[in-house]
């Protein structure tokens, strides 16, 4: 047999490294911006057209590239930041492979034009799928510019992996903010489709965070700082009231690079252990110094994973240091997990407990009134009643129920037993100020409270803004709202979604706005705050699930919104809920997919005692 191993083409090892390197237009940017950082340059201007798709510039004044290393800075392995094998355990800078431009050229068509101090003139070349086109000089100033167009233009399969024009533009806003903060040295402008997004002078730290994340943040933030003679810590870790139920808002550096870290992570939040209830994040901006010797940068091509040497010794400083700080500003929890209680049955002290009746009008005809309401005016019934008489009477199918003495439980008598017993102080009995248990005829109903609450708003919000409009009440004073641009934008996008769940809402330009009314229905002590997370699950949303605006926007709302775990419930508020439950679509599960009920039948109870 002959031979038949050759050597890749460098044009198709190139394309093969891009495929690791260069996921999505974001991680250009990353790299573009890195190396303007890492040629110490004090102004960046990032130009992005259509979510990177068309056109991602990178223009600075760093120190630029003589005529020779411009050329030389598109093959592969080729960087001016390693010389020896012994560099790579002492690397002060963002780059060191030698595998962004290379990776990049191969699957764009690129210009670069760039200068140093002391060159006389510049130079300007053009790439396309890594192939020089031109190299020709040009005027230009001192530094570096480099365009990137039509992204995997020759890797049609990763162009149209690309997600929608918000998603990608997240993520690139994400990569800004992860070197903007560590830089706040550095002036940034960041530009979307010719609109001007973030416009960041050389600011302190602080002013970096508020700059990007918003004034909110002004507050909001408490100081650390913990020196030891192998880890330094700076930076600032937000009061538990900004924790947040999406991720966003954490960010570690180590000898100013951003990295990811669940190990640390887990340091910080247990910090906040009492603080903030499971499930929500604490935002941290933390800045850690350490000898370059003592870390493994090399681990990952995208290099956000670092090795520590002493990891535990790392989680306990980190951990203590957090602890320190939100105890020297006396936070004190926001939320009062103390007052939970571990049992509750929520029976009234005062009064005398009766032993239970169900009352069953026989001549009860569920289509002569409107179920969960008193009202005894004849009308037909909508939709939402006919939910309400089928999902109870679902309850009963025989696979739910095998009994044959429970199938024949027609569902109105089950639903009367509902509306009637209103009245009876244990027809709904509250546990741990979490489920809801309730007896029907084949055994005992167990509800997720904010599980299903989050299914009633959603399906409720899905249905206005199906059906343009509801009720909008005019606040008597109207509220401000300022947010930082890329949330601005989002605002934006989500407005007419708002405005027909009965929001009024105006712009006011320059990232500000006015909520002028809110829906009648929503009860909520601070809107602003509210909107704020609104945005932020459906910027989550955004990257994680393809789901369209209104799906995004119920959903975002709902599970905000939702009667949370851990709140007490009275008995009407008990009964509505429910009644609103089964009177859903879909009442099984939450539009997170959590199961929303769970029957304990008869046969299951005596099967415990067997
Ligand atoms: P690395 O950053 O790992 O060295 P890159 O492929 O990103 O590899 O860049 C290759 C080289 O090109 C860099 O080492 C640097 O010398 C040069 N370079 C890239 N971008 C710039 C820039 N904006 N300004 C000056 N030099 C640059
Ligand atoms: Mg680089």
């Known amino acids: 047999m002959s031979d038949i191993i050759q050597l890749l083409p460098d044009h198709i090892a190139n394309q093969i490294a891009a495929g690791e390197v260069i996921q999505r237009p974001a991680s250009a940017i990353k790299e573009l911006v890195e190396n303007s950082v890492d040629a110490q340059a004090s102004e960046i201007e990032i130009i992005i057209k259509d979510a990177g798709r068309t056109l991602m510039q990178v223009v600075d004044n760093g120190k630029g590239m003589s005529e020779t290393d411009a050329r030389l800075s598109f093959e592969r392995h080729a960087t001016s930041k390693l010389r020896t094998a012994e560099d790579l355990f002492n690397i002060q800078t963002l780059g060191f492979r030698g595998e962004a431009l290379a990776s990049i050229a191969a699957i764009s068509h690129l210009e670069l034009k760039s200068a140093t101090a002391d060159s006389l003139s510049g130079t300007h070349i053009i790439l396309e799928g890594s192939k020089i086109i031109d190299q020709s000089p040009c005027s230009c100033q001192k530094g570096t510019s480099i365009a990137i167009k039509n992204l995997f233009f020759n890797v049609p399969a990763r162009r149209s992996f690309l997600k929608s024009e918000n998603v990608e533009f997240s993520h690139i806003v994400e990569e800004f903010y992860r070197i903007a903060i560590i830089h706040p040295d550095i002036a940034f402008s960041l530009y979307h489709n010719d609109k001007i997004i973030y416009k960041l002078p050389k600011s302190s730290l602080k002013s970096r965070i508020v700059g990007l994340l918003g004034k909110s943040y002004n507050e909001k933030m408490v100081t650390i700082e913990q020196e030891t003679d192998f880890l330094q810590i700076t930076g600032f870790v937000g009061k538990p009231d900004i924790a947040k139920k999406t991720r966003g808002g954490q960010y570690l550096f180590v000898n100013n690079r951003f990295f990811r870290h669940p190990y640390i992570h887990n340091a910080i939040t247990r910090a906040y252990q009492e603080l903030i209830p499971d499930g929500y994040y604490p935002s941290y901006f933390i800045l850690l110094e350490v000898d370059p010797r003592t870390i493994d940068v090399n681990v990952h091509p995208t290099k ?6 002493d990891e535990r010794l790392i989680y306990a400083v980190i951990h203590s240091t957090t602890k320190k700080a939100l105890a020297e500003n006396s936070l004190t929890p926001s939320l009062d997990f103390e007052t939970e209680q571990f049992f509750d049955l929520n029976f009234p002290k005062d009064k005398v407990v009766q032993q239970p009746t169900i009352k069953i009008d026989p001549n009860y005809n569920p289509f002569s009134a409107p179920l969960g309401s008193k009202s005894t005016h004849n009308h037909v019934p909508d ?3 006919i939910n309400n008489l089928e999902n109870w009477g679902k309850l009963y199918t025989p696979s739910e129920v095998p009994s044959s003495e429970n199938i024949a439980v027609p569902a109105a008598e089950v639903v009367q037993t509902q509306i009637q017993d209103n009245d009876y102080s244990s027809s709904f009995i509250q546990l741990y100020n979490t489920y809801i248990v309730t007896k029907i005829k084949s055994g ?9 609450h989050e299914r009633i708003l959603y399906e409720r919000f899905m249905k206005r803004m199906n059906e343009h409009g509801s009720g909008c009440q005019q606040l008597l004073f109207p509220i401000t709202l300022e947010l930082n641009p890329a949330d601005a934008e989002i ?12 929001f009024g809402i105006s712009d006011f330009g320059k990232n500000a706005f006015l909520i002028e009314g809110t829906p009648s229905d929503i009860e909520t002590s601070n809107i602003k705050e509210d909107i704020e997370k609104w945005i ?6 955004m990257m994680t699930a393809r789901v369209d605006r209104k799906t995004n926007v119920a959903s975002s709302m709902s599970k905000n919104l939702a009667v949370k775990t851990g709140k007490f419930l009275s008995q009407e508020e008990m009964e509505a809920l429910v009644n609103e439950l089964f009177a859903c679509a879909a ?3 939450s539009p997170s997919g959590k199961k929303t009920i769970k029957i304990l039948s008869k046969e299951d109870l005596s099967q415990f005692f067997n």
């Open 304 to 309: 956000t994973e670092i090795k520590f040497q």
């Open 536 to 541: 932020d699950s459906y910027k989550s949303n």
């Open 383 to 385: 939709q939402r009643q």
């Open 587 to 589: 009442p099984l599960e």
């Open 491 to 502: 605002l934006i996008e989500i407005k007419p979604e708002l405005e027909s769940i009965g």
């Open 444 to 452: 005992l109903i167990l509800i997720h409270q904010n599980a299903a």
